[in-house]
């Protein structure tokens, strides 16, 4: 979870939020980010309810990884289909079980502890290297987490991962890491005698027999699509906000009823000493009455790490960057004045307003760009309703695009020769295209900012093409085939001749090859230096092989065919660090085998009951809640 929150925080939009929002750990417990939360029992692991809201969170964020990894959206079918809504699931099943086994074991993750990984992961520093507050509020809600859901999410991280440390590392002998320790050190040079594709001459043409055998056994591969034509008119807000003229007059004017609505927030700012028992606060704030000094107490008895460096500084902030507790104290305190203990979620406050700023309403050259883009979008608007009258009183007219166009001072772009996979168009003009008879007008197709009307002009309907038209296509794909025949034909005779003795160059000779043997040095098990045609399990099966063996079979490359043979088997001995890191190693994965073994179990005897309708909401009405 860290890791991806990690990632993110360089990011342009991350520091931008920096110069906008100031909180503290104080802010660490405000309210849910999301309006709607759903709180409804989706599943019950043992008679304890999970939230339809948790588990939506989970896919989509499952989903959103997968889309990232592989460049573009994941289909709904596609995701039942590789069975993703069931790992999720068990994956919260899971976690769900670890966790209360934890509980029962008596483990628990304190706010503190929980806090100090927060601030110690270096995720949420800013610029200077330092834990920043306002980083952390602002990646944790960019990810989709309130901060109470982000630091519960992360409280179960770490029972987790004390869990798996509960589990006894097994011992692993010296003997045994050290052989094993040689084995994975172990590596290859090998000998690689290529057969390429360019080698292959002279392949026969084939005969007219044999191509019109072809053309009448993949006729399907012949077919020529529909193609379509049309001349497209569109108008979006964009092209009409552009040059839109803004008098000043309507800027003044719109500024005296509605400069309110530009006016900046109330903040204050405030030094707080954070503690976690009242008898603390109260003796503390005894002292502040006596005339103690309140930067020197904040420094040494505040909770805050953040702030007590500073005095417990807060800096600025608005009311609803704070808890409502802390808030409702600060905001009701004059300058100079110091709060009795207030108690928020993290503890006891002592308080003192140091300076505010009240709310204001800008003024007008200050916000004239923004008013001017307000009326201009309100313009368009106008503008974008009135064009949208006008074209469909027009079409029922019988009105082409083109007089549509020209009447309206719009533009038109003309699309020739389209098929129904084209992706140059929207998919919504796209269809319309495909759907219209030659010669017809859409009605307009619309969405919030654009309108399109399509009149389609031409129709090339789908049609197979001739033999005489295919010919020459069939002939290309005959010889390569014949070449791909001839080319393993030849990499299969020399692999027979050079495992019966022949040496690389009569090979060479006797099949015309050019320049086939090539040299590769120190080949690892993990395919380092290996070519990337070799994939993993043909090296498995090099390593299985002795010295001046010949690996089965050709091997597909880029260019052609290679065949492999060991030149040397390379065994260096490990040295005692080495063998050490091979017994860490070799424990751990034991020590997880008996973790995975304990999940097993206690999943194999949990009483799990799904909410099949609510289930269906999120992952689709396919889905079977009785699989789990």
């Known amino acids: 979870m860290l890791e991806s929150i990690r990632k993110s925080s360089n990011s342009t939009f991350f520091k931008a939020f920096l110069s906008i929002l100031a909180l503290s750990f104080v802010a660490w417990g405000a309210s849910d980010f999301f309006t709607g939360r759903n709180n409804a029992t989706a ?44 790992q999720v699931l068990e994956n919260i099943i899971t976690d769900n079980l670890i966790f209360n086994a934890a509980n029962d074991l008596g483990l628990r993750i304190s706010n503190k502890h929980v806090q100090t990984n927060i601030v110690n992961s270096g995720a949420f520093n800013d610029d200077s290297g330092s834990f920043s507050p306002t980083v952390y509020k602002n990646l944790v809600r960019a990810q989709g987490y309130t901060t109470e859901a982000f630091e519960n999410q992360m409280r179960r991280d770490l029972t987790k991962s004390i869990m798996g440390g509960a589990f006894l590392s097994l011992p692993v002998s010296e003997q045994t890491a050290a052989q094993l320790a040689k084995t994975a050190l172990e590596n290859l040079d090998l000998q690689v005698f290529h057969v390429n594709r360019a080698d292959i001459k002279n392949v026969t043409v084939p005969t007219e027999t044999e191509q019109r055998a072809y053309y009448e056994r993949y006729t399907a591969a012949f077919i020529v699509p529909e193609t379509r034509s049309a001349n497209i008119l569109s108008v979006s807000y964009d092209m009409l906000t552009e040059g839109m003229e803004v008098s000043e007059d309507s800027i003044k004017a719109y500024y005296e009823t509605h400069g309110s609505e530009f006016s900046t927030e109330e903040t204050r700012k405030a030094r707080h000493i954070l503690v ?15 005339g103690a000094d309140f930067a020197t107490l904040a420094s040494e008895h505040s909770n805050d790490p953040i702030s ?40 006891y406050h002592i308080i003192e307003v140091t300076e505010v700023k009240e709310s204001s309403i800008p003024a007008l050259q200050d916000i004239r760009e923004d008013i001017q883009t307000v009326l201009a979008e309100d313009m368009a608007a106008e503008k974008f309703d009135r064009i949208l009258g006008d074209i469909d009183s027009m079409i029922l007219e019988g009105q082409t695009v083109a007089s549509i166009a020209s009447a309206l001072e719009l533009p038109i772009e003309t699309v020739k020769d389209i098929t129904e996979k084209d992706t140059t168009l929207a998919d919504d003009v796209r269809t319309e295209i495909f759907k219209l008879s030659n010669g017809d007008v859409s009605d307009p197709i619309t969405n919030d900012t654009l309108i399109s009307v399509v009149h389609v002009t031409g129709v090339t309907p789908s049609r197979t093409k001739t033999f005489a038209e295919s010919q020459i296509d069939i002939i290309k794909t005959l010889q390569e085939e014949g070449r791909t025949e001839k080319l393993l034909l030849t990499t299969n005779t020399a692999l027979k001749d050079l495992k019966a003795g022949k040496s690389f160059s009569q090979v060479e000779r006797e099949l015309k090859l050019t320049k086939p043997l090539d040299s590769v040095y120190g ?82 005897e949990a009483q799990v009951k799904a909410n099949g309708p609510l289930l269906r909401q999120v992952f689709g009405s396919n889905f079977n809640p009785n699989a789990l």
């Open 43 to 86: 599943i019950e692991v043992n008679g304890e309810g999970i939230s339809i809201y948790d588990v939506d969170k989970a896919f989509r964020d499952r989903v959103q990884a997968l889309s990232k990894q592989y460049g573009r959206n994941i289909e709904p079918e596609l995701i039942s289909a590789a069975g993703i809504d069931m």
């Open 308 to 347: 007590k460096s500073k005095g417990g500084d807060l800096g600025f902030f608005a009311k609803d960057d704070m808890v409502s507790e802390f808030a409702d104290s600060a905001f009701t305190l004059e300058v100079g004045t110091v709060s009795t203990p207030v108690e928020s979620p993290f503890g």
């Open 523 to 604: 080949v690892t098990r993990s395919q380092k230096n290996a070519p990337k045609w070799i994939g993993a399990a043909a090296l498995s099966n090099l390593f299985a092989l002795d010295t001046n063996e010949f690996y089965q079979a050709p091997i597909a490359t880029p260019n052609g065919y290679a065949l492999v043979r060991i030149a040397k088997k390379n065994t260096p001995n490990p040295t005692s660090s080495q063998v050490e890191a091979m017994q860490k190693q070799l424990s751990a994965s034991l020590r997880q085998d008996l973790e995975f073994q304990y999940i097993v179990k206690k999943r194999a």
């Open 276 to 290: 976690s028992d009242m008898v603390e606060a109260e003796r503390l704030y005894q002292e502040l009455k006596n």
